[in-house]
């Protein structure tokens, strides 16, 4: 099991902190679970038992030691109860937030910031392949002409689309030494549709734009308010 986790030593993570983790994750994995990344938090002073983060490809996992690291508390968030995740670069690390579809808002603030973008990467990779699971076509069977009397099984080739489009950073309004990332979450196109003709994850998406916007500044509080009231009246 060791051996399994020492990749995740590549980014300055703390050997204690990592080696208490892993030592408990071995009955904490369902079946089918692997482990994507763990990022270890490094605040200014000295943290003798720093909290830390697992993605895995099935969910995330908050771990926070306590009891003077006797003891660990664990807190699971599936994938598909997350409905978007941030990465704010500070000047002393970077904080890494995340949404769920219940509007409660879970963060992790003193994450370096290499360890913070990978985190930011992967949670990204996962809420893609959640929204855009890649599909294998079943074999087909080809009949050949009379001339060439063969059958030949063909294998159509799924072609997965290369995510590329990496979230830009935000320049602050004020001065300040912040970058943030945008949210991760994709948006569907709805085009030039009434609410009432969208689907309910169309809806959903919309509501979540129009949460960044608020989040940004960009529209009051009382305009989300009437556009969620308007979104969740056809949900």
């Known amino acids: 099991m060791k ?7 590549n980014e300055e993570q703390d050997p204690k902190a990592i080696e208490k983790i892993t030592s408990k994750l071995n009955d904490l994995l369902m079946k089918g679970e692997e482990v994507g990344y763990i990022a270890v938090q490094k605040k200014p002073a000295i943290t003798v038992f720093p909290d830390s983060i697992v993605l895995t490809n099935k969910r995330i996992i908050i771990c926070k030691p306590k009891n003077l690291g006797l003891s660990m508390d664990f807190t699971d968030y599936t994938w598909d109860d997350i409905a978007g995740a941030f990465v704010k670069e500070n000047i ?7 949404n769920t579809n219940t509007d409660l808002s879970i963060s992790i603030d003193y994450i370096p910031k290499i360890q913070a973008r990978k985190i930011y990467t992967y949670a990204k990779e996962q ?26 099984d063909t294998i159509e080739e799924v072609e997965t689309e290369e995510v590329t489009n990496y979230a830009e950073i935000m320049p602050a309004t004020t001065p300040s030494y ?20 969208l689907s309910k994850e169309e809806l959903f998406d919309k509501l979540q734009n129009y949460k960044k916007l608020l989040d940004n500044g960009l529209i009051m509080q009382g305009e989300y ?3 969620k009231k308007e979104i969740l009246s056809y949900m």
């Not at 051996?3 to 030593?9: G, P």
């Not at 002393?92 to 995340?98: I, Q, T, Y």
């Not at 959640?130 to 063969?150: C, F, G, Q, R």
Request: glycine share 4%.
């Open 3 to 9: 051996e399994q986790f020492k990749k995740f030593l």
């Open 92 to 98: 002393l690390g970077s904080e890494f937030s995340f």
């Open 127 to 152: 809420l893609d392949l959640l929204k855009n699971p890649v599909v294998i076509s079943a074999p087909t069977i080809e009949t050949a002409s009379s001339a060439e009397p063969e059958i030949e």
């Open 225 to 227: 308010d009437a556009f």
């Open 178 to 197: 912040t970058e943030t990332y945008e949210p991760i979450q994709p948006q569907a196109p709805t085009g030039d549709r009434k609410l009432s003709e």
